[in-house]
């Protein structure tokens, strides 16, 4: 039978010299074997095996006596292991490495080692296992968020065309997609709607989005601007007149917006500017859904649907005796808060490069942002939001001399420098994450215009499946940050 022991074993002399006798030297050999944190499993040159440690035995779940003395080929055969690189080592007559699955369901990275004697033989093989269940689940956890994220960007997806394909929109930051899909319910239901947030935020866009997708779609949708309108004529507008109410007025009377709005929607804006005395009225119309016109004594029916919005607090009004308490809580049914532009940054890149488009088709010009105007323009707080946003880029592709626009052509900074890493502009920058944002605003908004992937990528510059993964990869990394 071929020798079986360690090459350097075939010496005793050096052997004694190492370790001060060969006994000492096989002692030595089994505390290394045994100390190893890894499995150690070792056959002869035939695949019978010989020698196994307790870290194998415990990874495998296996006893040594089902082991030991025997051919890897019955314990291959028996279902032991489900597959020996050991008999693949032989075989091929060089190191393999393979993954293997136990009995007690644990994974394992093998490792089979052929050793040689000086004729060329295998005398044994010597297989380290390395426990990977820890891997395998964390792998697999891995997979299932995967899927999970994969499932979630499907659905904001969807969101997203469902609510924005309809009206005249644009939402990329995942905050005010949720805002949508709230704004999305509510507009089946006919129910006051208060609209809150910072002037220019869009609520007239919400307002409308609104109407559009209701079961009043077919009426007229109106907008009233109550901080425009002089206060002694706020309430012949909203209400009418008969004829001879007042000076001026004319013959035969005139309804108002309540009756002109019947079976469609009102959009009263800046309802926290509208007097006091208006605000009687207008909840008693809200209440009995009847309007009596200056001057006349006959009450009409109006069926309307108000949506109110505001920038102003109208709680702290309440508690001032600014706002009326009980038209307060008249118009606050279904309150939604409309976030600023600043706590939506993932919309400034879309909404101006929309804006920019837009101009120039209008104009017939080829402007576009550059990379320091886009990270310029994420920097700053717009605290006249969308609005502001809007007036800017028009400004710019007027003022621009170039088909460029860059971050000194914009009023509010003269120059964007980027800050350097733990210098005086501040803390480490991230530039891979920073070029990632500015690549997945590109592509999404690529895929918002062209509909399919193939135009969007080729509009970018790049084939279709690097489109793809790159969607997906910074897709997953947000919603994995959030």
Same mark, same amino acid.
């Given at each position: ?73 019955? %314990? @291959?055969?028996?279902?032991? *292991? #489900? $597959?020996?690189?050991? &008999? ?8 393999? !490495? ?78 005010? %997609? @949720?805002?949508?899909?709230? *704004? #999305? $319910?509510?507009?089946? &239901? ?8 910072? !002037? ?84 008693? *119309? ?197």
């Amino acid at each position: 039978m071929p020798n079986r022991e360690p090459a350097f074993l075939h010496h005793p002399h050096q052997a004694a010299g190492m370790f001060g006798s060969l006994q000492e030297a096989y002692d030595r050999l089994d505390a290394i074997i045994e100390s190893s944190y890894d499995g150690i499993f070792i056959t002869d040159g035939q695949a019978v095996t010989i020698r196994v440690n307790q870290a194998y035995l415990t990874i495998t779940g296996l006893r040594a006596e089902e082991v030991l003395g025997r051919s890897m080929w019955d %314990l @291959e055969r028996e279902g032991i *292991v #489900d $597959r020996s690189g050991t &008999l693949i080592a032989i075989s091929k007559r060089k190191p393999v !490495t393979l993954e293997q699955v136990f009995r007690n369901g644990r994974h394992a990275l093998i490792a089979s080692t052929p050793v040689f004697d000086e004729s060329g033989d295998i005398v044994m093989v010597v297989t380290n296992v390395r426990d990977t269940t820890e891997l395998y689940d964390l792998q697999e956890k891995y997979r299932r968020s995967a899927e999970q994220n994969e499932k979630y960007y499907s659905e904001i997806e969807y969101t997203r065309k469902q609510v924005l394909d309809s009206a005249d929109l644009i939402a990329a930051d995942r905050r005010m %997609l @949720e805002v949508l899909e709230l *704004v #999305d $319910r509510v507009a089946a &239901l006919d129910t006051t709607v208060l609209l809150l947030g910072e !002037t220019g935020v869009g609520k007239e866009k919400i307002a409308k989005y609104i109407f559009k997708n209701s079961a009043r779609r077919e009426g007229r949708f109106l907008t009233v601007n109550c901080g425009a309108i002089a206060p002694n004529l706020i309430e012949s507008e909203l209400f009418g007149y008969v004829q001879g109410a007042f000076t001026g007025a004319s013959r035969g009377g005139k309804p108002g917006l309540f009756e002109v709005a019947d079976k469609g929607t009102l959009f009263l804006d800046e309802i926290g500017e509208l007097p006091l005395e208006m605000q009687v009225k207008l909840l008693r *119309v809200l209440q009995e859904r009847t309007v009596t016109r200056v001057g006349g004594n006959e009450a009409v029916s109006v069926d309307v649907r108000v949506v109110a919005a505001t920038n102003r607090d109208l709680g702290q009004m309440v508690r001032d005796k600014t706002f009326r308490e009980d038209l307060f809580y008249r118009l606050n049914v279904v309150p939604i808060t409309i976030p600023p532009l600043r706590e939506r940054r993932d919309d400034i890149i879309p909404f101006a490069e929309s804006f920019l488009e837009e101009l120039n088709k209008k104009y017939n010009l080829r402007k576009r942002l550059t990379a320091s105007a886009c990270q310029a323009m994420l920097n700053y707080a717009w605290p006249g939001n969308v609005r502001e946003l809007k007036n800017i880029i028009e400004r710019m592709v007027i003022m621009s001399g170039s088909d460029q626009i860059r971050a000194e052509d914009l009023p509010f900074h003269s120059v964007w420098t980027p800050p350097l890493p733990g210098g005086e502009d501040g803390p480490t920058v991230d530039l891979k994450a920073l070029t990632g944002q500015f690549e997945l605003q590109f592509i999404n908004r690529a895929y918002e215009r062209f509909g399919n992937v193939r135009d969007a990528a080729r509009s970018l510059g790049m084939d279709p499946a690097t489109f793809v993964r790159k969607r997906k990869r910074y897709a997953q990394e947000r919603l994995l940050q959030k």
